[in-house]
């Protein structure tokens, strides 16, 4: 079985995908980390994404990307190294923002997505999980928040970690990762037309994912269901 959960960042969708991934047993893969993975490569050989699309590209077969499943989840290697904790920081993250528009990087990404999608009950997800890297995913979810209610909560995440980093900056980041991954024009951020889709505005990070934990394992469970009956 394949559930994809898409939605703009902060919007609680890596909280909620691990819990469920854990509940029901599924295993929970995160592309956003694949794409940061990308930018942290390209930022170490110091290449301009924005200016210079051609370096990456030049660049991207250097990268061997692995996934890792662990007690304490997902770990992503670049070329064999562990670069779970590099990949979150807020340079990063715009690097992933920008490497992600480029139709090369994302071709690349989306194979490896498919690979690992392909061999088990996967919770995936990204921003173009339910419109283009399984758009035959039984179970879609799209969910949002307000970005100052999404700023709020990076920035409590980032603050806990110990990062040096203003509530101001996290907003003008997210506002920036949001125009650039909507507006680009390969697989943008969007809901696919069959997504359910849930703002969790006003609700804690808590009461979300306690409200979409419980949807999505009723929708799973009305899957398996079904599926056992038509076997029958
Ligand atoms: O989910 P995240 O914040 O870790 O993702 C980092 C960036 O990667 C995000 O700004 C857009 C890009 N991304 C994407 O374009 N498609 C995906 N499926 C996942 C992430």
Do not use: W
Request: glycine fraction near 6%.
């Amino acid at each position: 079985m394949q559930i994809a959960i898409d939605g703009p960042s902060g919007a609680g969708k890596s909280t909620i995908a691990k819990a469920v991934a854990k509940k029901m047993n599924f295993t929970y893969i995160d592309t956003g980390a694949m794409y940061r993975a990308v930018g942290l490569y390209m930022l170490t050989l110091g290449i301009d994404i924005k200016n210079e699309p051609d370096e990456v590209a030049v660049h991207l077969d250097e990268i061997r990307l692995s996934i890792r499943h662990e007690a304490d989840g997902q770990h992503i290697f670049l070329n064999g190294e562990d670069v779970s904790d590099k990949i979150r920081t807020p340079e990063v993250s715009i690097a992933a923002s920008n490497v992600a528009v480029l139709p090369a990087v994302r071709m690349k990404l989306v194979e490896l997505q498919r690979i690992l999608a392909a061999k088990q009950d996967v919770i995936m997800d990204g921003r173009d999980v339910g419109t283009y890297v399984l758009p035959d995913a039984e179970i879609k979810i799209f969910l949002t928040a307000s970005v100052e209610e999404r700023a709020k909560r990076r920035f409590a995440e980032l603050c806990e970690k110990g990062a040096q980093t203003t509530y101001e900056d996290v907003l003008e980041d997210m506002k920036y990762r949001d125009k650039n991954d909507s507006s680009r024009a390969f697989a943008p951020l969007k809901a696919a037309d069959d997504a359910e889709l849930v703002d969790t505005s006003g609700n804690t990070l808590e009461e979300s994912v306690e409200r979409i934990s419980k949807l999505i394992c009723s929708k799973i469970n009305e899957k398996r269901n079904e599926k056992e009956c038509l076997s029958e």
